[in-house]
């Protein structure tokens, strides 16, 4: 009896054949997913560098991925360079305006302690007046735009609200004494996640401009409310409220709405207080009807 190998010699060389190119194909794709394992971590750090590639010893993915994350790279140096140059023109912007500012406002008290007439005093106060805008207009501007470039960063830390909200109202407590407005803080023992400086700067300017915009006789609160995710700062005040069309834009960075045009101001104190809210994982919103005030509510996370 004969036995044909000839057959089963070539079905078992076809499977070795076919084991080998599934062996090779899976050391390749293995070897391809490596490479792009260590370009994405090379990427990660920050330190990734193209080499030259060999079309016929690495595939067009990887090339197409290399040049991918050199430009990504490229482009990452570039932003970091624009943030320096932004730093350093902030930096400058900052310094070479406060000593004029401070002259200004030195040398306007100077001339308010002289023995002028009363047109001249008036002139006096008015300069005053207009070198402190500028200095405050200066300073929010430098702090805005360090926010908005990434170059300060805020550190958010879980803080009890009380001392937060009793900061910012010991600052605006002058004013609303001096205008009549009576400025109040509710207890509370909620806790939230916030940076403290920056925070009760946002704060400060919601209460400042609540005061401002309330008339004597008038009051102002602070009270705080937590939710699951979120604690939430009201501040509620009995001035003449925002009309539903302008609500959007009150946060807008510059503006003004046309029936407080009177008021001292530059229209930038809301936009600064969003910008700090939203760094920091929070939002700002308001609630207000003409003739019934406005309440200003502050949204700050309570966990990462």
């Given amino acids: ?21 599934a062996l090779w194909t899976h050391l390749r ?19 990734f560098q193209e080499s030259l590639y060999d079309e016929s010893r690495l595939s067009a993915l990887e090339t197409r991925m290399a040049h991918y994350l050199s430009s990504n790279t490229v ?51 008015a300069l005053e007046g207009q070198a402190e805008k500028l200095r405050f207009l200066i300073d929010a501007l430098v702090k805005t735009s360090r926010l908005e470039s990434g170059i300060l960063a805020m550190t958010p830390v879980v803080n009890p609200l009380q001392s937060l909200l009793d900061g910012a109202a010991a600052q605006a407590a002058p004013r609303a004494e001096a205008r009549g407005i009576a ?57 003449p409220g925002i009309p539903e069309a302008e609500q959007a834009k009150i946060f807008q960075r510059f503006y003004r709405s046309p029936s407080v045009s009177g008021e001292e101001g530059v229209g930038i104190g809301l936009y600064l207080a969003r910008q700090i809210a939203a760094g920091q994982g929070g939002y700002l919103k308001v609630t207000s009807r003409p003739g019934e005030g406005s309440t200003f509510s502050l949204f700050l996370p309570r966990v990462e």
């Fill in 75 to 125: 482009s990452a140096r570039n932003l970091a360079a624009e943030k320096d140059a932004i730093k350093t023109l902030i930096g400058d912007i900052s310094h070479q305006t406060k000593t004029p500012i401070a002259n200004l406002l030195l040398y306007a008290q100077l001339l308010a302690e002289q023995d002028l007439p009363p047109e001249s005093r008036a002139y006096v106060s």
């Fill in 29 to 47: 794709s293995r070897r391809m997913l490596d490479t792009l394992d260590r370009m994405l971590d090379d990427a990660i750090r920050g330190d």
């Fill in 1 to 21: 009896m004969t036995v044909e190998y000839g057959p089963l010699a070539r079905a078992v060389l076809a499977l070795l054949a076919a084991a080998g190119i």
């Fill in 183 to 239: 400025l109040t803080v509710e207890p509370t023992d909620l806790s939230a996640r916030f940076d403290p400086k920056w925070t009760t700067e946002a704060l400060y300017n919601l209460v400042d401009n609540a005061v401002k915009y309330t008339p004597t006789g008038g009051s102002v609160t602070l009270r705080a409310v937590g939710y699951e995710l979120f604690c939430r700062i009201d501040i509620t005040d009995t001035g």
